[in-house]
């Protein structure tokens, strides 16, 4: 078996080098973070933050090690040099793709593409990027549940950030879900007793269940096709890491 | 006996062979550990070591600051150890002083041979230890909890690393001191293990020992960083148990 991901290797044994679930697929032995930052990986469709801006290109905080340079070329738009205050500040959210990344770390993202561009309104919520698996279910289904159950747009990006657009009430609740995820990861039947939770917060509310998202307070609309469903999704509940190949260096 | 004055010294091995507060020469004090008990934080924990407690936050890796520090080969690892104020009986003068450098340094260099700083060059993994009650051993319990929001917080490295103090007691070698012990004890010896290849990579003394103390007493600390090495995977998979579903749903 040759060390993947996540371990090393020193005096012919194999050791785990993060906190996280032991995977064995022949030829490979990894392990998969539980936790830790995002790390980028090219088509990544990603939600980021603006940090600085420079005459020809921005510095987006898409929570990896490094802010990553959105270059004036990489967008939609028409920019003079030295005009990119006019179309990005500091602060603004946007939806980027991962193009490239290099050795050295350094990210190259893009906004050229379907799906990208400007967020207007809404407000992000954050959770562990090992999560986002857990959130957009297979094939999507439990960011499904959440949009149908609460009305609200949702958006997730590969790097945990998650942007929700729509009423506050229906903004606080996808939130409020968003916790219970996280909180149960790790629990098998998430999305059954998500819709579950839904439906019952919902009679004590206010809203029915086939509610139209509502179109709100945002000029582009905004995308809604982000998520790409991880095959990993389900066997990470599976395992334990109890049972690592590891001895002494294990966790 | 009548009354005892502060400045007295006290009775800090029994003729049973009991210390001050009636452990073995070779017990730990009580430790509980709690991994990621702060939101913000990339990773996190809290230690409550006999009458220390103690909480670490990691950040990282991320964007340097003071950009100058960057290293393009490999992520620099900032280490900040701070003792609050209220900490101590007598109100510590807040802020950086000579003691909270060194052991910010001698931490901050341990972790530097563990971490596989390597996988994030250019950038900064910040570590911020803060004592909010110490009790003699803060450097070993902050190394412990700071090691542990490494862990939680995804960093790749070699192992955990636990730490404790030895010292000299009453002429006796013993493990993990208490104030008392600490302030009229003969000698203190704070080390910290890489548990898979038996290294030490912090080791520290104040006070005088004999060459054979020296080794019995490093004999001693190394058993001791093995038992709390248990107590720390315990902590992690603890985090991360499947346990019955919690929240409100």
Known sequence: MKPGPGTYRTGGRVYASVLGLLSERPPLVQVIPLSGRYIPKPNDTVIGTVTDVQGTFWLLDIGAPRWAPLHMTGTPWQIDVGETERFLRVGDSVVVQVENLDPTGRIGVTMNGEGLGKLEGGTIVAITPARVPRVVGRNGSMVETIRQYTGAQVAVGQNGRVW????????????????????NAQHSGLTERIESYLKSSESAGERGPETPPEEHAH??????????AEPDEETLTVEDDSNEPTEPGER | MGNVGAKEVPVLLSP??????????DELRPIRLQVGALHNADGSAFVEWGQNKVMAAVYGPREVHPRHLQQSNKAVIQCKYNMAAFAVDERKRPGLDRRSQEISKVIGEAFESVVFAEEYPRTSIDIYIEVLQANAGTRCAGLVAASLALADAGIPMVDLLPAVAVGKVA???ALD?????????EADLPIALVPQSGRLVLLQMEGHMTEEELSQALELGVQGC?????????????????GPMGGSA
């Open chain 2, 177 to 185: 001191l208490k104030k008392e012990e600490d302030n009229f004890g």
């Open chain 2, 226 to 242: 093995r038992e709390i090495y248990e107590k720390m995977k315990a902590a992690l998979r603890e985090r991360y148990a499947t």
């Open chain 1, 164 to 183: 929700v657009g729509g009423t506050p009430e229906a903004i606080h609740r996808v939130s409020e879900v968003l916790r219970i995820i996280e909180e």
């Open chain 2, 16 to 25: 049973e062979g009991l210390r001050i507060d009636g452990r073995r020469l």
């Open chain 1, 219 to 228: 000029r582009d609309a905004p995308p809604r096709t982000l998520e790409s």
């Open chain 2, 171 to 173: 002429g006796k070698i």
